[in-house]
């Protein structure tokens, strides 16, 4: 135990207080995000507004967190591996993303938490776990609640094998709703009482330790082989049953590994269960094997022809799923508002299945739609973050619930997601960096972002008189759309490839870039080209801004654009339109030494950004773990 | 002198309508014509200065940024130059016969002779000899005298030597600069490249014949997708290719051992003027510490200084190579009410490199650090002909 802190009661902060840190209560006091005046620079140079979202409070809060990431997960495919942007973080409540593919495990394994809390904090007397209180609103999520077994486990000695069944069985008594807290301090302490504990049991049987690892293991521990799971977890953790819970709570940090294609079991594994057939690329790139790459468009007849066969796939999420694998939607927020769309119509209408729990069932359901989006087009960080956001909202929804009633309040999280961590994030954003617009500027913007052409389009509105640059790349051109449209509103435009950046870097006073994701480390992940002009722009001394929204953000690191990326059709690099003298690549793509390579993402490093725009204002990119830890908890998973 | 006219007028006109590209092939065309000018030439070497003076500005006026012209016409010039002197230390009894008379010139003499020694002696000659000797005087008197003398033919004769020496140069400048790829090259090596180059194609092939084996990154070079063509000529030879788009640069150089690139010019500084996108290249091998080597023959190194090359040594290729005329027709006539057009298209050709980013220059006559590029300069022209354009006073 931590003799330095002293108990908290829950209402005190959850969080430590540092750095950029808003009050929650006082958000009457704090101006609201649109008040800020548009043109006026009275945004201070770093402003972090209060979350606006506090009408969450008001909603009705009655399921109790998810149980926690578990360590054993890797031993499943979960869904979380195949798309490299979504990862459960570990403190995050949705982590039963690792359930995907095992429809038939319970989901609300949560609800065994009542007894194992009660045990906890009877435990530990003076630990501040006020049971009561901790049902009433709150929007920062208990996180440490692994540590249950100490107490729980012993409980279930007897009955080692049987552990998982046992606790399953629990959760239909034991489903009255409750919401703990636990602050860091008290997560530690708890921890620590609990090694105290092991420790102690370990005196009297080995076993005791033993069983309580198999059962925390098999509680949270969902691998898609039900049957082999239990033993080959238990036999596993046979070693170290003392110091479990603290490397439990130390793995639920770092965000799980992603599905590396590299390894060829795991890769067959994963297309056994595929429903898009995907031929491997021929000739591929050694350095990203360990990336998905398919051959582009000999998929989608075969698609199209199964369209009415496809039953476990909503027509709506099959037609997005198309849309993806041609190209037909790209863009960050674009493949997430479509993605988000698509479920809210397989919600509408999906029904629960006779003695199927809702919750448990849709999750799965989900998990699976998302699974086919997957095999469609990598998920992007932003739809990752998404998706777990929408499976939170499913683990949570309470059992008392009709169906009619959990389906309409899912599909109205999802409308508020996309309105308010979407559509208003970007207006906010817009408001945030027109003011680092002035008259007589040269904005420089790298292919096309809908964040960046808002923002030119709003400075433009309000009779700024600045020139724009767009500059672009192949194989996309996605900078000549946004050209159209910006000469379109009659903005002065001049548009250049990529390559001449450092001709036309002299002129420009400001470069405004998009990005697909922000990592926690402060890069940058954003479409290939970002990179190279940033760092030229870092070369003539000119302010990169970075206009992401939050939802973005993820706690994610990343150094290179090899470790994790998404490669896209490589046929596309060798064909350039327009030059076919030049095109005589084609007739030697069979020969294996040539290999055409088309990345699609960048991570731009941080000290690249001067600053990056949110909706929760401007930031440096050192601060971007701040608004990780601070706000995904409060507004995303409440 | 009406048909070397003409030669001199075709090769600008092809010239000004960049129908030649390629330092290589400029610098061997104007060699070969500035040969055909001095065999018709029936005059002695101070006019043949001149002429080839007058030569050299018309074909420098038609393509300006094409610097291995003005290069070749100096080297040109400095063999002129060099062959005027040898027969002059061989003839003692020619230059004072011919000299009737000036005080001025007289106090110069003994200065002359000296360095007109010291320079055959030590050829290429040092800097210190070059700025202080007075070429320009010594021709004016001696081609009064010179003139119609056996030794005259002998000259002329030593001057065209002189100008196939130097087109065989730049014939095989590839040869020897490709024979330095061992050195340069290790085994499993990665390297990178932008756009086309027969250097440093012959440079790699070079190494791979050797048995190296590597890995070659080829960007493709926007706009005109040169990398394609280079990859797909490695390819034949075997070399593991990979071709990406010009914006993966940056996301791959950090996997790459060695950048090797071909350059337009080299200039005094030691920065190189090359084709758009290596100023990129440039940077983002600094960033990762990956060494940017520079590949190309010495009719590349151009004896000026650099101001604002981005703009003053640059190109602006055609628009249409970027955006096809008819998918922006309807905006092209744009404009708002100042009248002025809204949407521009920047094509340039050629980028700046400043010389901190590059690491090494591989030349047919060895490796040289930017920082020693001007004593490279000085060694192969003469400080008079740095100026082309400025016309001597008389």
């Not at chain 1, 991570?603 to 990780?628: E, F, H, N, Q, R």
């Not at chain 2, 040092?126 to 070429?135: G, T």
């Not at chain 2, 001696?142 to 056996?150: R, S």
Request: glycine share 6%.
């Amino acid at each position: 135990m931590d003799p330095r802190r002293p108990p908290r009661t829950v209402i005190d902060p959850k969080v430590r207080q540092v750095g950029f840190f808003a009050a929650p209560e006082p958000i009457a006091s704090s101006p609201p995000v649109s008040d800020i005046s548009p043109s006026g620079n009275s945004l201070s140079p770093v402003m972090i507004p209060p979350p606006r979202h506090s009408s969450d409070a008001a909603r009705p809060v009655l399921f109790s967190p998810v149980p926690p990431a578990s360590p054993g997960r890797r031993d499943s495919l979960a869904p979380s591996d195949l798309f490299p942007a979504s990862s459960p973080t570990a403190s995050s409540p949705c982590a039963d993303a690792e359930c995907a593919f095992s429809p038939g495990r319970p989901l609300r394994s949560n609800s065994v938490r009542p007894a194992a809390a009660v045990t906890m904090s009877s435990s530990l007397p003076g630990r501040g776990f006020d049971l009561t209180a901790a049902v009433t609103a709150s929007s920062v999520p208990a996180t440490g609640l692994m540590k249950i077994p100490s107490g729980f486990s012993v409980k279930n000695a007897g009955k080692a094998r049987n552990a998982s069944v046992e606790v399953e069985n629990e959760q239909g008594s034991n489903s009255k709703p409750l919401k703990e807290k636990t602050t860091k301090a008290e997560r530690r302490a708890i921890q620590e009482a609990q090694r105290a504990a092991k420790a102690a049991a370990k005196g009297e049987g080995k076993a005791a330790s033993v069983v309580s690892a198999a059962a925390s293991a098999s509680v949270n521990v969902k691998p898609h082989k039900a049957t082999k799971a239990p033993t080959v977890a238990a036999s596993e953790k046979k070693g170290g049953g003392g110091e479990r819970p603290v490397e439990k709570e130390r793995k639920k940090e770092v965000p799980p590994p992603r599905m590396q294609y590299d390894d060829t079991s795991r890769v067959e594994k994963a297309k056994r269960r595929s429903v898009v057939k995907q031929t491997e690329a021929r000739n591929r790139v050694e350095l990203f094997r360990h990336l998905p790459q398919y051959e582009h468009g000999t998929q989608l007849p075969d698609l199209e022809s199964r369209f009415f066969q496809l039953d476990p796939v909503h027509p709506a999420v099959y037609k997005v799923g198309l849309q993806y694998l041609t190209g037909d939607i790209s863009g960050g927020n674009a493949r997430c508002v479509a993605m988000l769309q698509a479920f809210q119509e397989a919600i509408k209408d999906y029904s629960t299945p006779p003695e199927k729990n809702l919750s448990r069932d849709l999750t799965a359901k989900m998990s699976s739609y998302v699974s086919f989006l997957i095999e469609c087009r990598p998920l992007s960080i932003s739809m990752g973050n998404a998706f777990r956001f929408l499976k939170s909202r499913i683990a949570k929804l309470p059992l008392t619930l009709l169906e009619s009633e959990a389906k309409a309040s899912l599909q109205s999280d999802i409308e508020q997601f996309i309105t308010e961590k979407i559509i208003l994030a970007d207006k906010v954003i817009v408001r945030h960096a027109v003011t680092k617009i002035r008259d007589g500027d040269v904005l420089l913007t790298y292919g096309s972002s809908t964040a960046v052409e808002m923002l030119l389009l709003h400075a433009h509105e309000l009779g700024k008189q600045f020139r724009v640059v767009v500059v672009d790349s192949r194989p996309k051109l996605e900078g000549q759309r946004l050209l159209r449209r910006l000469v379109g509103k009659g903005i002065s435009c001049t548009y250049t490839h990529i390559n001449a950046t450092s001709y036309i870097m002299h002129e420009v006073t400001r470069v405004f870039l998009g990005a697909s994701s922000v990592l926690s480390n402060g890069a940058v992940y954003s479409r290939v080209g970002t990179a190279s002009v940033a760092m030229v722009a870092h070369a003539f001394r000119v302010p990169v801004l970075v206009c992401c929204e939050a939802y973005k953000f993820h706690e994610r690191v990343q150094l290179d654009s090899i470790c994790s990326n998404e490669l896209g059709d490589p046929d596309v690099i060798s064909k350039v339109p327009g030059m076919e003298e030049i095109n005589c690549l084609n007739n030697q793509a069979n020969c294996g030494n040539l290999q055409p390579l088309n990345l699609i993402y960048d991570a731009l490093p941080s000290d690249y950004v001067s600053m990056i725009i949110t909706d929760y204002g401007m930031v440096p990119p050192t601060s971007v773990p701040v608004i990780v830890r601070e706000y995904r908890r409060e507004q995303l998973w409440m | 002198m009406a048909e070397v006219q003409a030669l001199v007028n075709e090769l600008a006109t092809k010239l000004r309508k960049r129908k030649v590209e390629g330092s290589r092939e400029t610098a061997r065309l104007t060699a070969e014509l500035l040969r055909t000018v001095i065999s018709q030439q029936r005059v002695t070497s101070a006019a043949l200065v001149e002429v080839v003076r007058d030569v050299g500005q018309q074909l420098i006026a038609a393509n300006p940024v094409e610097l291995a012209v003005g290069n070749i016409v100096r080297r040109v010039l400095r063999i002129i130059r060099d062959g005027d002197l040898s027969p002059e230390v061989g003839g003692l009894t020619l230059v004072s016969q011919g000299d009737d008379g000036d005080i001025v010139e007289e106090d110069d003499k003994p200065f002359l002779l000296s360095d007109a020694i010291s320079q055959t002696i030590l050829h290429p000659p040092s800097l210190v000899a070059q700025l202080e000797s007075k070429p320009n005087l010594v021709c004016h008197f001696e081609g009064k005298a010179a003139d119609k003398t056996p030794s005259s033919w002998q000259f002329k004769h030593q001057i065209i030597e002189g100008v196939n020496d130097l087109i065989e140069d730049i014939n095989t400048c590839h040869e020897l600069i490709a024979d330095q790829s061992l050195e340069l090259i290790h085994q499993n090596e990665v390297i990178l490249t932008l756009g086309h180059s027969r250097t440093v194609k012959k440079f790699l092939y070079a190494a791979k014949e050797k048995k190296r084996s590597f890995q070659v990154y080829v960007a493709e070079g926007a706009p005109k997708h040169l990398g394609h063509v280079l990859a797909n000529e490695l390819t034949e030879k075997h070399l593991q290719t990979t071709v990406i788009p010009d914006s993966s640069v940056f996301a791959m150089i950090s996997r790459v051992n060695m950048v090797i690139v071909g350059v337009h010019a080299v200039m005094a500084n030691g920065g190189v003027i090359a084709p758009v996108g290596m100023n990129m290249v440039a940077l983002a091998a600094k960033r990762h510490a990956v060494p940017f080597v520079v590949v190309g023959g010495t009719h590349k190194l151009c004896p000026l200084f650099p101001n604002n090359p981005e703009v003053l040594l640059n190109d602006m290729r055609c628009p249409s190579e970027l955006l096809s005329f008819g998918d922006f027709s309807d905006c092209m006539d744009f404009s708002v009410g100042s009248g002025a057009a809204l949407l521009h298209v920047v094509n340039p050709a050629f980028d700046y490199v400043p010389p901190e980013l590059v690491s090494l220059f591989v030349t047919e006559i060895g490796g040289y650090h930017p920082s020693y590029i001007y004593r490279l300069i000085s060694d192969y022209y003469s400080a008079d002909d740095i100026v082309l354009q400025q016309k001597p006073a008389s």
